[in-house]
């Protein structure tokens, strides 16, 4: 099981003493005790290489792993595509979608990833903007009010004071007018149209296993954090429902031909046209993608949009306000999008042929397995998989560094601000979802043929500056994480899951059957610490492995002047690295467990009544009575006892360690991402399991820590009543910067808060330690 890649010019390691050749030393033969004890050994002795190894000075010729060749970055392909909305969300077969811009967020790094503090830092787009030709700036209420509340329900509008503005090199855009603070609500958007799978009401998670491990331990012990927080076995963290469908870009188009227009919504979609058109020459001008138009579409188009001015707010409610569009449901995702395009050339209502239109829905359309788990639960309702177009929604540009995160729940889409933006700032969303936590070449290549753009928001441009031998370096590192490391992960992961279930099943028939079937219980389970004992060595391997390249990784990033945020942006981009280790640590937490659940090969051995007798003895009789051999095993033992639990703690401490770098780095660059809360809720979890397991006021403040980053997640995201990181919101609705003094808008406000009200805190978490309930239930 060994992996036989090693860094170049390194000792070898201690621990590799305690593994004779490839095989692990925690075979039956050993008793108890000795297993215990170079199991201690082995972990506590592992190399901690991660300041220690030297860093190749630049130059130096960037293959200092040995390790396979592997395809570069830029032949790798993806298995997923990139959504505009920032999300872990991924369903089996949602990548098969024809849609390229729809799909999983799934990294490409690893089979299954998992879903970052939100530190993340302003975008500093604030590129040079000029008012929109296209904008309508009338409404805009410059003493930083919110812009007009266009519908019958109250609901759907610019909640902020932002503006769209032609952006040099990116069309339109939109900008703040003032300074944005992270959850705050800046828009209620309604879809010009939508179409839904069918209802989902079962959310699965494919973390069972992992989960049950949790549900057996907890009856034994307190609960392990590897389990209560866990990335999970094969890293999936999704609470996405299973069964989600696959829509298809062109069940879209036959809903915008479906639809009956008003001139309105041509209109609108006239003006979602002409961004499909104009040129882009930001960097390397890449050629668009739109579709060339007839002149009498083209000319029908114009005058549909020309001399009409919309703003931000016209596109906020298409529909004017309630649902006055049927919502699709998916028989007609069925069709091709080539069937839908080619079987059809007819000019639409809006002057626009189905070309066009399917130009418009690949530019602007926005879908995902499943919309807002978390909302859907919180207010009863059942998830559906969805692609609709949010014309709104579709004014906002990208950066990898977004300052604020889209929401989609039933056929409403909220979007927040999730890191500060100045005024005058661009609001950017991010179009790559989890591929956003890569590194510059692969995000470039996705953005360039996906959305046929080059990106240079700043942290593109802060990563454009790493030499390229260290890119190179980095980009193997990655490699070497992702096609050796992960892998080998995986087989541990399943390893685990079988001794667990072994593990299960006998202490199952121990309690069940007499005196035999205890004996043979026993014996499982002690086959099941052994089982678990056996995958430590890859573990190691693997956690040596990482070790190394992350001190490569962190003493050339130290090489390069940064500023702060630079650097958590490029650690960000090696957050598949970041998630190894995680990954790696939890696992040995959970294998280190497994393999010390019993205690010792003289218990295995022992009958039934012999065990009764001894476990009696050691509880009850007062040391000073037994006779001395026995004092002396008794004390053994609670030696024994003391050292492992040490080991737990300080494994346990690794694993929080890991996975409070990852949610930081999902901070930085996806701050109020599905992904983002789902990792700061197992953070909160596994901190709240250290504590039961380890008190101690170092437990204590990494659990008070935890909630806090929990809440300022949740608050990004959904917004929080009260939240304490989010003074100045009252019902996730700003009230601080508007002019209360107006008194339409004070009362505009006031209205918006009965049906924004964002949940509180406890209602948010109350819906967490459900799903985590559910990822219980077998
Ligand atoms: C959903 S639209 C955004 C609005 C668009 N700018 C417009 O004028 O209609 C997506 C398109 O905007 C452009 N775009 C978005 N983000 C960009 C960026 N960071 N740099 C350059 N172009 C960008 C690309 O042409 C992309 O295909």
Redesign the pocket.
Same mark, same amino acid.
């Given at each position: 099981m060994h992996s036989t890649q090693r860094m170049a010019g390194h000792p070898a390691i201690p621990w590799e003493t305690c593994c004779h050749g490839n095989k692990p030393v925690f075979a039956s033969q050993h008793g108890g005790r000795t297993r215990k004890a170079v199991l201690a050994s082995a972990v506590f002795h592992s190399p901690r290489p991660i300041s220690g190894d030297r860093a190749p000075v630049l130059g130096r010729p960037a293959m200092a792993l040995q390790m396979p060749r592997v395809a570069s970055l830029r032949r790798h392909k993806p298995r997923s595509y990139p959504c505009?909305i920032a999300t872990a969300a991924a369903a089996p077969g949602f990548g098969d979608s024809l849609n390229p811009r729809l799909g999983s967020g799934t990294a490409p790094y690893h089979s299954n990833t998992s879903p970052n503090s939100t530190s993340g830092g302003p975008d500093g787009?604030t590129a040079d903007v000029s008012t929109s030709s296209h904008g309508n700036n009338n409404t805009f209420n410059s003493a930083g009010g919110y812009n007009r509340i266009n519908n019958n329900t109250g609901r759907r509008g610019s909640l902020a004071p932002l503006r769209l503005v032609d952006?040099p090199?990116?069309? *339109? =855009?939109v900008v703040a007018t003032r300074k944005l603070s992270p959850g705050e609500l800046l828009l209620v958007c309604g879809p010009l149209a939508l179409v839904q799978g069918p209802a989902q009401t079962m959310v699965q998670v494919p973390q069972q296993q992992s989960a049950k491990v949790g549900a057996r331990r907890t009856q034994q012990r307190p609960t392990s954090v590897a389990n209560a927080g866990a990335i999970g076995p094969d890293g999936v963290t999704s609470w996405v429902p299973k069964a989600a469908a696959s829509i298809s870009e062109a069940a879209l188009v036959s809903e915008l031909q479906r639809l009956e227009w008003s001139p309105r919504q041509a209109q609108i979609l006239a003006f !979602?046209y %002409? =961004?499909?058109q104009?040129p882009?020459s930001?960097g390397r001008p890449t050629p %668009? *993608?739109g579709v060339p138009a007839t002149a009498a579409a083209e000319a029908e188009a114009a005058d549909n949009a020309g001399g009409v001015v919309l703003d931000l707010t016209d596109l906020t409610d298409p529909w004017d306000g309630g649902d006055p569009f049927a919502i699709a449901t998916t028989p007609s995702a069925a069709v091709s999008t080539r069937q839908a395009v080619t079987g059809t050339s007819l000019t639409h209502r809006s002057g626009l042929m189905a070309e066009q239109l399917a130009a418009v829905v690949r530019? @602007?359309a926005t879908g995902l397995p499943s919309d807002d788990v978390l909302l859907a639960k919180l207010y009863g309702r059942p998830n559906h998989s969805f692609i609709g177009l949010w014309p709104a929604h579709?004014?906002? @540009? #990208?950066?990898c560094a977004p300052n604020a995160v889209a929401v989609v729940s039933g056929s409403e889409l909220f979007i927040r601000c999730c890191a500060p933006v100045p005024a005058g700032g661009e609001v950017?969303i991010t179009?790559s979802g989890a591929l956003g936590l890569g590194p510059l070449p692969l995000r470039r290549a996705l !953005?360039e043929r996906n #959305?046929?753009? *080059?990106?240079?928001?700043p942290r593109c441009m802060a990563e454009e500056r790493v030499p390229r031998e260290l890119a190179q370096l980095w980009s193997d590192i990655m490699m070497l994480a992702s096609q050796q490391l992960q892998p080998q992960l995986v087989a541990a992961a399943a390893a685990l899951r079988v001794s667990s279930r072994n593990g299960n099943g006998s202490s199952k028939s121990g309690n069940a059957g007499g005196p035999s079937s205890a004996t043979s219980g026993q014996t499982t389970t002690a086959a099941s610490a052994t089982a678990a004992a056996a995958v430590l060595p890859s573990l190691l391997d693997v956690r040596g492995q990482v070790a190394k390249c992350f001190g490569l990784f962190e003493e050339t990033l130290g090489q390069l002047s940064l500023s702060p945020q630079e650097a958590l942006w490029l650690q960000a981009s090696m957050y598949p690295l970041y998630e190894t280790r995680a990954r790696c640590a939890q696992l040995i937490t959970t294998a280190v467990s497994g393999a010390t659940s019993v205690s010792g090969v003289s218990e295995e051995t022992r009958s039934p009544e012999q065990h009764q007798t001894h476990v009696q003895q050691l509880e009850l009789a007062d040391p000073g009575e037994l006779p001395p051999q026995q004092q002396v095993q008794v004390q053994q033992q609670e030696q024994q006892q003391e050292d492992i639990n040490e080991l737990e703690r300080r494994l346990s401490e690794e694993y929080l360690d890991a996975l409070s770098l990852c949610l930081r780095l999902q901070g930085a660059a996806n701050a109020g991402s599905d992904m983002h809360v789902q990792l700061a809720a197992r953070y909160d979890a596994a901190c709240a399991a250290h504590v039961a397991r380890h008190p101690g006021p170092r437990a204590r403040q990494l659990a008070m820590d935890a909630r806090q980053r929990l809440e300022r997640a949740l608050g990004t995201r959904y917004g929080i009543e009260g939240g304490s990181q989010f003074e100045g919101t009252s019902g996730g609705v700003r009230t601080e910067g508007f002019d209360t003094s107006d008194p339409p808008m004070a009362e505009e406000a006031e209205a918006l808060k009965a049906p924004l009200t964002a949940p509180s805190l406890e209602e948010l978490v109350a819906v967490l330690d459900e799903l985590r309930r559910q990822q219980l239930q077998p």
């Open positions: 505009q787009c952006i090199g990116k069309g *339109r =855009g !979602l %002409r =961004g499909v104009e882009v930001t %668009r *993608r530019l @602007n579709a004014m906002l @540009n #990208h950066s950017c179009y !953005l #959305h046929r753009f *080059r990106c240079m928001c």
